[in-house]
């Protein structure tokens, strides 16, 4: 069997990710595909505790968004003063219907912040940027299947 190559994203919380994910369940109709917790590693590793607290936070999980697999993690705040931030780079929210397009913009603005307004633009009927209250930055577009079309040769 051969396995084609593929992209995934891998997202770093600090320390809120089951909140995370909830969210973008409740407002992306996100699909929470598989979550596993610290307590429950079957292979702890004896020189990596699990700091105290931690037990319970997310060390991995899968969600579906539409088509897309994005994954995330505490993990990566388990360091001791550890800070992970979201900063170089974006995830895209796409879809046909621009209602749908308002709503999303809408819902990831709330406890966000909206850095751009929804604008038509030369390649969307509607196009946004807004990071939010989890500090992803997103931009969302209407996209027309006909017109936007990217070929690699």
């Known amino acids: 069997m051969t396995v084609t190559p593929e992209v995934s994203t891998y997202l770093f919380f600090d320390g809120?990710?089951?909140?995370?994910?909830?969210?973008?369940?409740?407002r992306l109709d996100a699909e929470i595909v598989f979550v596993i917790r610290f307590k429950?590693?079957?292979?702890?590793d004896p020189d990596c505790p699990i700091p105290e607290g931690f037990d319970d936070k997310i060390m991995h999980a899968t969600i579906r968004i539409g088509n897309t697999i994005?994954?995330?993690?505490d993990g990566a705040s388990m360091a001791e003063d550890a800070s992970v931030?979201?900063?170089?780079?974006?995830?895209?929210?796409?879809?046909e219907d621009p209602e749908r397009i308002r709503h999303v913009f809408d819902h990831l603005a709330d406890g966000g912040n909206p850095e751009m307004p929804?604008?038509?633009?030369?390649?969307s009927r509607s196009y946004g940027m807004?990071?939010?209250?989890?500090?992803?930055?997103?931009?969302?577009?209407?996209?027309?299947?006909?017109?936007?079309?990217t070929q690699v040769d």
């Open 40 to 44: 429950d590693n079957p292979e702890p």
């Open 70 to 73: 994005v994954m995330a993690s």
């Open 118 to 123: 929804q604008v038509k633009t030369f390649w």
């Open 85 to 95: 931030g979201m900063n170089g780079f974006r995830l895209v929210y796409t879809a």
């Open 130 to 149: 807004v990071t939010d209250r989890f500090g992803v930055a997103w931009m969302v577009m209407c996209v027309d299947p006909e017109q936007n079309r």
């Open 16 to 26: 809120n990710c089951e909140e995370a994910l909830r969210f973008y369940q409740s």
